[in-house]
């Protein structure tokens, strides 16, 4: 091998490819549940189960890796395990979750330009074909992006229980997931971050760039307080009611 050969960057020549990483390590002390949120029952399956499914029934994905807590073996225990890898690497944060979930892509042979699509294992009512919707508007992008929900509602900033202020709601989003970074940028972006960072999408808008933001087109609420359980158990419920049998997952 040539000096010059020496340093250059090692491109591969095969088109990138899409992993699902799902952080399922917290604890979900919000939901005031018994155990953490995404083991609950919700319409006769553990949240998570929903979650997993969808990403089982989307095409195109090179392999599905759910992170969860050390020594926690409730996905294997409850069959959940078969079609994703299960890593037991969960951090004391999402992004630290997400960050060494990271590292286990790459022994699952993901390379650098690799998309990696990280999506909360609480948001159980995802779809294939949301899913589908983010890798297609994002595959052609530079950055990367994320689905994300224009605001409806008018937006107040609030002090000592009194509204401060009220925003301009016209250019506001809410984050939701997947959200779709090339592995090594991703990577980099959130070390660079470090572990309080929300999201991916903010890792990455702290580099300097700016994530394409894509419509979910249908519920994709993140299950977080109390009332969300049967709020998501009612959209699951009148979509089997809506679906052929064939086509439900
Ligand atoms: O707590 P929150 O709802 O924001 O968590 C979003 C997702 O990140 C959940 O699926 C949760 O299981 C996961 N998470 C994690 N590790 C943590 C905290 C949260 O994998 N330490």
Redesign the pocket.
Known sequence: MTDSALHQPHISSTAPRYWALI????S?ARAGADG?K?YQALAGRPLVAHTLAAFAATPGLAGILV?VAPGDTTLEAQGLAEAVHVADC?????A??VSAGLAVLHTLGALPQDWVLVH???RCLITPAQIQRLMAACADDAVGGLLAQPLADTLKVGAEGRVSATLERGDKWLAQTPQMFRLAPLQRALQASGPTV?DEASAIEAQGQRPRLVAPEGANF?V?YPDDFALAEAVLKARLASTPATEAV
Do not use: F
């Open positions: 952080p399922c390590a917290g979900g953490p995404q992170v969960g951090g004391a944060s999402r630290a979750s909360d294992a609480a929300t993140k977080t």
